[in-house]
């Protein structure tokens, strides 16, 4: 695998346990791992900045004509995961007809409350983008949606003092089916160009993951000495989250491409350059 094979890899703490073997070269692999918010990595992956990508599920459904998945490994939930959190002054009901500030960090979760509060409850709201964190950006709009490691701070103060609605258990409720947030994908253009060098990645990734789900005390431990969460609470959220990409996830991908009109782009579910 040539050296320059560039990886994107999501800041958030949510990949921590795929991506962090990798990055202490316990899995060895020879590639550049490149850190930033899923829009960033979203972008860069388009613009041939990245060869390979965690990316937000949106942006893979989006570009599934230029992107092939990395089969096995995702980021997505069985049900609640307290890190895609809708937070509100208002009762639910009552946000129809108001302004909701949605994150500018994440592709996948802004749509997915779209979904659930128009299809699933019939709350016609207006979304605005922003970066202003909580609990700053509640006294500018009624509600805003929190996601990632930002959530999982805003989430003791939001609990005592707001609405909260995790989107991930809310998803289930309405589906039965688990929800996806985040895959990993190639540029089929690496692919054609160097199967092997994906292959081989495919195989670290899947080997790091390995390591992670097996290691995860170290993990959780190194996680919250660089983020300063506390430990327990590190490891209870990995243990909230779902790194496969199995028939469940697919079907709750599929689910979720229906309802945002890309189905067709969504097939087919199958990597590439094993």
């Given at each position: ?5 560039r990886l994107?890899?999501?800041e958030?703490l ?5 991506t962090?073997?990798?990055a ?6 020879p590639v550049?791992l ?10 860069q992956?388009?613009?041939?900045a990245?060869d390979a990508s965690?990316?937000s ?10 992107w ?5 490994v995702?980021i997505?939930?069985e049900?609640g995961v307290?890190?895609?959190?809708l ?7 009552e946000?129809?007809g108001?302004?909701?500030a949605v994150?500018?960090a994440?592709a996948?979760t802004p749509?997915l ?10 709350v ?5 983008t922003?970066?202003t ?10 509600a ?5 490691d ?7 103060a939001a609990?005592?003092?707001?609405f909260?609605w995790?989107?991930?258990?809310w998803?289930r409720?309405?589906t ?12 089929r253009?690496?692919i ?6 994906i292959?081989r990645l495919?195989?670290?990734l899947?080997?790091s993951?390995?390591?992670g789900l097996?290691h995860l005390?170290?993990?959780s431990?190194?996680a919250a000495?660089?983020t300063?969460?506390p430990?327990?609470?590190?490891r209870?959220?990995?243990r909230?989250?779902?790194y496969?990409?199995d028939e469940a ?5 599929q ?7 890309l189905?067709?782009?969504?097939s087919p579910?199958?990597?590439e350059?094993r």
């Open positions: 695998m040539p050296p320059n094979l994107g890899d999501i958030f949510n990949s921590w346990p795929v962090y073997a990798l202490q070269g316990i899995i060895p692999a550049t490149v850190r930033g918010a899923p829009t960033a990595l979203n972008a992956l388009a613009a041939g990245l965690a990316v599920a949106l942006a893979y459904l989006r570009h599934a004509d230029e092939s998945l990395l089969p096995s995702a997505g939930s049900s307290n890190s895609v959190l937070i509100s002054r208002l009762p639910l009901r946000l129809d108001q302004t909701i994150t500018d994440g996948t749509m409350l779209r979904i659930l509060l128009g299809q699933a409850q019939g016609r709201a207006e979304y605005v922003t970066s964190p909580f609990p700053d950006v509640l006294q500018a709009y009624p805003a949606l929190a996601i990632g930002d959530a999982l701070r805003a989430l003791p609990r005592d003092d707001y909260t995790d989107l991930g258990a998803w409720d309405w039965g089916l688990p929800m996806v947030y985040a895959v990993w994908a190639a540029r253009d690496v054609a160009r160097a199967p092997e060098a292959g495919r195989e670290a899947l080997a993951k390995a390591w097996a005390d170290a993990v431990r190194a000495a660089r300063g969460f430990e327990p609470v590190v209870d959220y990995f909230g989250i779902r496969e990409l996830a697919q079907a709750g991908l689910r979720y491409a229906e309802c945002v009109g189905t067709r782009s969504l579910l199958r990597g350059g």
